[in-house]
């Protein structure tokens, strides 16, 4: 049986538990989830031993079939739990998942957990042996349509309030990481457990977090706060954040304009960020500065954005953070000779 992410808590409180459990999948937070509820359910049910094997480099394949086969000196059920690489079981492992998928003890609950996993896995053997035998669950990555869903049933499930703009906001920010997502809203819950929250007190409860100052400065360059901008960069430097997360997040939002002032000249804006999830207030923010930015302006931006991503990697000489001075300044509209940046060596 294959059952998504969101259905995996229902397959548990309704069906019985089956013999074999394959929890992988891109998100980590649902996978780590699942098998939580997984142990608890075990538990709940009189599995109280559990033992752990790692299918590391070198692993003995012929440990999983000891471990199934054995008996137990406190239990009369237990978890085997079996974690693999990002290379997956091999060909033994393959072979010996697939043995004891085809004879897995009634008293014993297998539960495989991996990485992410390429197509070609999930059309395998093993991948199929262990489905027929039991159930997996692949933790695919949400879409954008469904991650303001994801939180808004998250943050209920916390006791928390929030508005469409907050619930958007958060979503926008956390780009789609479940993890990250999860981890605000439980700091909301500490911050907010009694109270409605708008976008203002997702902006706020995020004021002293490094990550939503990363989202936080190209938002004001672009708005024009130059000071707001440098004093945002100058705080990330200060507390040891990369610049390659901060030109990442500057990059996308001179790329996003870059766009937008393409699609306004072709008369497509509406419809351009009709397929982008923001806030309305962001997008309002896009448009305008779609409609009065100059494309060819932007695109110099971008050239400058890739001398900085070589900088970052050490591939060209320049001091990366004086290149993010330069492309922050350059998003609030100054332009700064390329020679001021340029001529420094690290």
């Not at 690489?85 to 393959?94: L, R, Y």
């Not at 990363?214 to 004001?220: Q, T």
Request: charged share 25%; hydrophobic share 50%; aromatic share 6%.
């Amino acid at each position: 049986m294959d059952v998504r992410a969101d259905q995996f808590p229902r397959q548990l409180e309704t069906q019985p538990l089956a013999r074999c459990y394959l929890l992988a999948g891109d998100e980590p937070l649902q996978v780590l989830e699942a098998a939580d509820a997984l142990r608890a359910a075990a538990r709940s049910q009189g599995y109280d031993e559990r033992e752990v094997l790692h299918a590391e480099a070198g692993f003995d394949w012929g440990q999983l079939a000891s471990a199934g086969a054995s008996l137990s000196l406190f239990s009369d059920k237990r978890i085997l739990e079996l974690h693999l690489t990002d290379k997956g079981p091999g060909k033994p492992g393959s072979a010996a998942l697939i043995e004891y998928a085809k004879n897995a003890p009634d008293s014993t609950l297998l539960i495989v957990i991996a990485t992410p996993l390429a197509a070609s896995a999930r059309k395998s053997a093993w991948y199929k042996a262990i489905a027929k035998a039991g159930v997996v669950m692949y933790a695919w990555p949400l879409p954008a349509a469904r991650m303001a869903q994801w939180i808004e049933k998250r943050a209920a499930g916390h006791g928390l309030r929030m508005d469409a703009d907050a619930v958007a906001l958060l979503a926008e920010h956390t780009e789609g990481n479940l993890l990250a997502a999860a981890q605000e809203i439980d700091r909301l819950a500490l911050l907010h457990a009694d109270t409605p929250i708008g976008s203002a007190e997702i902006a706020a409860a995020a004021s002293d977090h490094a990550r939503f100052d990363i989202f936080d400065l190209p938002a004001k360059a672009l708005a024009g706060d130059r000071a707001g901008a440098l004093h945002s960069l100058s705080r990330l430097r200060a507390e040891g954040v990369d610049a390659v997360p901060i030109t990442w997040a500057l990059v996308r939002e001179v790329r996003l304009v870059y766009q937008a002032a393409l699609a306004a000249r072709a008369n497509r804006l509406d419809a351009m960020l009709g397929k982008v999830f923001m806030p309305p207030a962001r997008k309002r923010q896009i448009a305008q500065a779609a409609a009065q930015a100059d494309p060819a302006r932007l695109a110099v931006l971008l050239r400058d954005a890739s001398r900085l991503d070589q900088a970052n990697k050490g591939a060209r000489p320049g001091r990366p953070w004086d290149e993010l001075v330069r492309l922050t300044l350059g998003l609030a509209g100054v332009d700064l000779p390329v020679s001021s940046i340029t001529t420094h060596r690290p």
